[in-house]
């Protein structure tokens, strides 16, 4: 150790320092060395085997991608308040708790400073999951855009768990302190959702509730209300958690406290108008509204122009969103189409219906003396109208997204109604017809099955003619023709066929 | 007078660490003796204004640390090494004491070269950049009297400040107090009175929460002649001292 | 100062009650008790609110076993460092009961929570996941220090709630009398009861 004499820095005056400066290198320091810097890899490897995956595997739709990245918040957002409340704490654990309270600068900005660090790197991480997501999702989506205003409830999410963890470890450092306050912030999300589960408005605060339902941003646009009380409600959480921080009288002076209080009192109150707002939510058919944030003006349908495949029979058209289902979608409509294509009857087009939004959501509120209450799901099936006809399928079908899924909703439905729209002509169809149906059916690759009447189908199978019946054997004898000599055949007898004046024996 | 304590008391439930306790000192090195038990790390930790008093008016630096405006001007001139020194073992030495620093609302733009002459003066400008955890005990000693030095306080506190130190950094240890000593008040509270014999002005031996003796360590080697027990004429004043506070 | 000798026939073949007592103090057994109880009481809650079957049956009182699991973790954390460690013969046997025990009151405390309710999968998943759960947590003890160790078991929590797992090693995720599913969860417990009890908790992670 050297006694040299040095030069004893001037003091600066009040006006001459520089706070922020120092500030600044204050927060530097803890972001260098925060907790959460080295634990950040392991938790991306932990999201990358969970959320993320989950994420990646929904539907390339930008609303389904965006509810997603808020609803992923909550596991990272308990992680954080975890390890916030492990760096409140990190005073008393390593016993410096004299040092820092010798120093000069009030304990409310050093815990800001250190807080600051957590939540700066946690916010980063959070944003790196939405690029991941967004970018993979912009590799794969057709059309649309982001919903930002869902993953900025889960930043705010992130940056109020932080928040709320860092008190909690401030006030009651422990060893237990930072488990329990990782599984109370895993909890608190749920109290919102089981509360809305039973019909309580208020729970529709919670981050793990979105405003979206099937069909938000592809059918009908996003309403923002939810999340603009979702983020009053959860800035409201941020400033009552650092407020409160400032109450100690060790924690500054005394305008430093006041301003603490009133920080925390306003943050009370912010908070409670978000759940004030979220309990004027509604679900309606198109999302959760909150009437107080929403105008009628944004209950327009979204008009979009379909992207139509032209290989199949007859073009089918879809949203633009869906434009990477088109093939698979032809090619599965192909079948029963290509049988009886350019028939009078059959549809000259595929495309989705128009509807209401409870339509395309597959929710319809029931009201009950002037109040909603019960909430029906409906999902719609395939129609033939128009004229000339078109084959109308339900875009809440289509927010499945995949061939596979819609093949499984559809089933042998879609071709049983092409086929009997074409042949059936009266209401109880003659054996020639039913023959001819079961003819069309098996060359669509249906499976037919002999039933008796009541029983109840399985798999993918449709009813049809008992085995060694009359109407089988000329069922089996029409769908061993060639398909052009079938749809030459019945280019000539559609009309005498639909009107029952053809006999079994004159099937070819 | 840097520090002017008056009938200043302490107590922690029905214990009495601190009992009306009379001290007024300036610049120099002010040497604070006493067996384990005896009320120096309390007094020491009032000083430093991270206890509260039970009773009793302190003032420091011409101030009074109740207020929270004069406590503030009071810690920004405060250099203060706690008997049990915390710290974060992730960080580097540099790191910790430019923590500090900031903490003490040094002027940013002096505080990479503070640091550097603070972490030069206890010899560890080599390990600057070595994480805390690495450090011997010896070491973290001396980087705790680095932070406490960085901002070139008017009051400097150091409770055991050689405990690990070699005798080699204990005597160059002393010679740093007693340079520190030239410009500013430094309170050194230890169990080792060849320290306080080669680096302090003024000692103090405290016994019981009280204050048995206040003068030049020639005065307490004085008490001793003929009477204490202790291989060293300073020793034997210490113990002399202490047998008539304890008779 | 003296020294009192022990002949290895008068040393005791149990820990002295008095050192038992000293040691569950210093690893905070009480306060722990007191958040197991709190676990149980939550869980009791809990189950009355969500479903009764499904997913939604089984995430929430497997968080709850996993929070158990990391309260038993971050008991292992001693305040006391080498000078435990450079100790004699009972500190091992100490680790391993309090391991041990804590596990078994905490399943006591969750199936005393799920008594007067409907437990979609039964006390032997119970015990298994909670079992399986708290060797993690003695694991990453370990590896990681007693005060971090309750990340290992809410981690696993995630990664065994994020889909339909059929792994045994996700043993949540199979049916409650899956042989294999038992298997490894006893088997990743007693991995970390052996290493909780020879090694311990690391002593510090830095900052």
């Given at each position: 150790?050297?006694?040299?004499?040095?030069?004893?820095?001037?003091?600066?005056?009040?006006?001459?320092?520089?706070?922020?400066?120092?500030?600044?290198?204050?927060?530097?320091?803890?972001?260098?060395?925060?907790?959460?810097?080295?634990?950040?890899?392991?938790?991306?490897?932990?999201?990358?085997?969970t959320e993320l995956r989950n994420d990646l595997s929904h539907p390339p739709l930008w609303p389904v991608r965006s509810a997603d990245l808020q609803v992923q918040v909550e596991l990272i957002g308990a992680i954080v308040a975890g390890l916030a409340a492990w760096t409140a704490a990190r005073d008393g654990r390593r016993h410096v708790t004299d040092l820092v309270t010798a120093a000069c600068w009030p304990q409310w900005v050093r815990q800001l400073a250190s807080w600051a660090a957590v939540t700066i790197w946690a916010t980063l991480f959070y944003a790196a999951c939405i690029a991941v997501v967004f970018l993979a999702t912009a590799r794969q989506a057709t059309w649309g855009g982001p919903i930002w205003w869902l993953p900025a409830v889960g930043a705010a999410a992130i940056v109020a768990f932080s928040a709320a963890g860092f008190a909690f470890g401030a006030f009651f450092p422990g060893r237990f302190t930072a488990p329990l306050v990782t599984v109370g912030a895993l909890f608190a999300p749920q109290i919102g959702v089981l509360a809305t589960q039973r019909n309580q408005a208020w729970g529709r605060v919670s981050p793990a509730v979105n405003a979206t339902?099937?069909?938000?941003?592809?059918?009908?646009?996003?309403?923002?209300?939810?999340?603009?009380?979702?983020?009053?409600?959860?800035?409201?959480?941020?400033?009552?958690?650092?407020?409160?921080?400032?109450?100690?009288?060790?924690?500054?002076?005394?305008?430093?406290?006041?301003?603490?209080?009133?920080?925390?009192?306003?943050?009370?109150?912010?908070?409670?108008?978000?759940?004030?707002?979220?309990?004027?939510?509604?679900?309606?058919?198109?999302?959760?509204?909150?009437?107080?944030?929403?105008?009628?003006?944004?209950?327009?349908?979204?008009?979009?122009?379909?992207?139509c495949d032209n290989s199949s029979?007859?073009?089918?058209?879809?949203?633009?969103?869906?434009?990477?289902?088109?093939?698979?979608?032809?090619?599965?409509?192909?079948?029963?189409?290509?049988?009886?294509?350019?028939?009078?009857?059959?549809?000259?087009r595929v495309q989705l219906s128009r509807g209401t939004p409870g339509d395309i959501s597959g929710i319809n509120i029931g009201s009950a003396g002037g109040t909603s209450s019960a909430i029906s799901r409906s999902i719609g099936g395939p129609t033939i109208s128009g004229s000339p006809p078109v084959l109308y399928l339900s875009p809440s079908l289509l927010l499945n997204s995949s061939v596979a899924r819609i093949s499984q909703e559809l089933g042998p439905s879609v071709?049983?109604?092409?086929?009997?729209?074409?042949?059936?002509?009266?209401?109880?169809?003659?054996?020639?017809?039913?023959?001819?149906?079961?003819?069309?059916l098996k060359a669509a690759g249906l499976r037919?099955?002999?039933?008796?009447?009541?029983?109840?189908?399985?798999?993918n199978g449709v009813p049809g003619p008992e085995p060694g019946s009359p109407v089988s054997a000329a069922a089996n004898r029409f769908a061993a023709l060639p398909a052009a000599a079938r749809h030459a055949w019945l280019t000539a007898h559609l009309a005498a066929l639909r009107a029952g004046r053809i006999t079994l024996a004159e099937i070819a | 007078?840097?520090?002017?304590?008056?009938?200043?008391?302490?107590?922690?439930?029905?214990?009495?660490?601190?009992?009306?306790?009379?001290?007024?000192?300036?610049?120099?090195?002010?040497?604070?003796?006493?067996?384990?038990?005896a009320g120096k790390t309390s007094l020491l930790r009032m000083m430093a204004t991270v206890l509260p008093p039970t009773s009793g008016s302190l003032r420091l630096l011409d101030r009074d640390p109740v207020g929270y405006g004069p406590r503030k001007e009071i810690r920004r001139r405060l250099g203060y090494l706690p008997q049990a020194l915390g710290y974060y073992p992730g960080f580097t030495v540099a790191e910790f004491v430019e923590y500090f620093a900031l903490l003490k609302d040094m002027r940013p733009a002096q505080v990479p070269g503070a640091v550097a002459i603070a972490i030069e003066r206890v010899s560890l400008g080599n390990k600057a950049r070595a994480k805390l955890r690495t450090l011997s005990g010896g070491m973290l000693r001396r980087v705790g009297i680095a932070q406490a030095i960085v901002n070139e306080p008017e009051l400097l506190l150091l409770d055991e400040p050689t405990a690990g130190l070699d005798p080699e950094q204990r005597v160059q240890f002393r010679a740093l107090l007693r340079d520190l000593g030239n410009r500013a008040t430094v309170i050194v509270s230890t169990h080792l009175v060849e320290d306080v014999g080669a680096a302090c002005t003024e000692v103090a031996l405290m016994n019981e929460g009280k204050i048995v003796f206040h003068g030049t360590p020639d005065e307490l080697t004085v008490r001793g002649e003929g009477h204490g027990t202790g291989d060293a004429p300073l020793e034997r004043g210490y113990s002399a001292v202490l047998a008539q506070a304890r008779a | 100062m003296t020294t009192a000798a022990t002949t290895p026939s008068s040393r005791?073949?149990?820990?002295?009650?008095?050192?038992?007592?000293?040691?569950?103090?210093?690893?905070?057994?009480?306060?722990?008790?007191?958040?197991?109880?709190?676990?149980?009481?939550?869980?009791?809650?809990?189950?009355?609110?969500?479903?009764?079957?499904?997913?939604?049956?089984?995430?929430?009182?497997?968080?709850?076993?996993?929070?158990?699991?990391?309260?038993?973790?971050?008991?292992?954390?001693?305040?006391?460092?080498?000078?435990?460690?450079?100790?004699?013969?009972?500190?091992?046997?100490?680790?391993?009961?309090?391991?041990?025990?804590?596990?078994?009151l905490a399943f006591g405390a969750l199936a005393a929570g799920s008594a007067a309710a409907?437990?979609?999968?039964?006390?032997?998943?119970?015990?298994?996941?909670?079992?399986?759960?708290?060797?993690?947590?003695?694991?990453?003890?370990?590896?990681?220090?007693?005060?971090?160790?309750?990340?290992?078991?809410?981690?696993?929590?995630?990664?065994?709630?994020?889909?339909?797992?059929?792994?045994?090693?996700?043993?949540?995720?199979?049916?409650?009398?899956?042989?294999?599913?038992?298997?490894?969860?006893?088997?990743?417990?007693?991995?970390?009861?052996?290493?909780?009890?020879?090694?311990?908790?690391?002593?510090?992670?830095?900052?």
């Open positions: 150790m050297t006694a040299a004499g040095t030069s004893v820095p001037s003091r600066p005056s009040r006006l001459t320092r520089r706070p922020s400066l120092a500030g600044w290198r204050l927060l530097r320091l803890e972001l260098r060395r925060s907790t959460l810097l080295p634990l950040l890899p392991l938790l991306a490897v932990l999201l990358a085997f339902v099937s069909g938000t941003g592809t059918f009908f646009p996003f309403h923002p209300g939810l999340s603009i009380a979702q983020i009053v409600f959860l800035a409201g959480v941020i400033a009552a958690a650092l407020g409160v921080l400032a109450w100690p009288a060790a924690a500054g002076g005394r305008w430093l406290r006041r301003a603490g209080a009133m920080i925390a009192l306003a943050g009370l109150v912010a908070a409670g108008a978000g759940m004030a707002l979220a309990g004027t939510s509604r679900l309606e058919a198109e999302g959760v509204i909150v009437p107080a944030l929403h105008t009628a003006a944004s209950d327009r349908l979204i008009t979009y122009r379909s992207a029979a007859v073009p089918v058209c879809l949203h633009p969103a869906f434009r990477a289902q088109l093939p698979g979608l032809a090619a599965y409509l192909d079948p029963a189409l290509s049988q009886v294509a350019g028939l009078p009857g059959a549809p000259v071709a049983v109604t092409i086929i009997q729209a074409v042949i059936y002509g009266r209401p109880a169809p003659s054996p020639a017809q039913r023959a001819v149906e079961a003819a069309l037919l099955q002999a039933v008796p009447p009541g029983t109840r189908l399985s798999g | 007078m840097n520090v002017e304590i008056t009938d200043l008391t302490r107590r922690f439930g029905r214990t009495v660490a601190v009992a009306g306790v009379n001290l007024q000192t300036g610049p120099g090195v002010f040497g604070l003796l006493g067996p384990n038990g | 005791p073949a149990v820990p002295p009650t008095r050192l038992v007592r000293l040691h569950l103090v210093s690893r905070g057994i009480p306060a722990c008790l007191l958040a197991l109880a709190g676990c149980a009481v939550t869980l009791r809650i809990a189950l009355h609110w969500i479903p009764r079957s499904g997913p939604g049956a089984r995430q929430l009182p497997l968080l709850l076993e996993a929070a158990a699991a990391a309260i038993i973790g971050v008991v292992t954390r001693s305040p006391f460092g080498e000078p435990e460690r450079a100790t004699g013969r009972w500190l091992p046997v100490l680790r391993l009961g309090a391991a041990v025990a804590l596990t078994a409907h437990l979609d999968y039964g006390y032997l998943a119970l015990l298994r996941d909670l079992a399986g759960m708290t060797g993690i947590a003695l694991l990453a003890a370990a590896v990681v220090g007693g005060s971090m160790a309750w990340l290992g078991p809410l981690a696993y929590w995630a990664l065994a709630i994020s889909r339909d797992w059929t792994t045994p090693w996700v043993w949540p995720g199979r049916p409650p009398h899956d042989f294999g599913a038992a298997l490894c969860a006893a088997l990743v417990f007693a991995a970390g009861t052996v290493v909780s009890t020879v090694r311990g908790a690391r002593d510090s992670v830095g900052e």
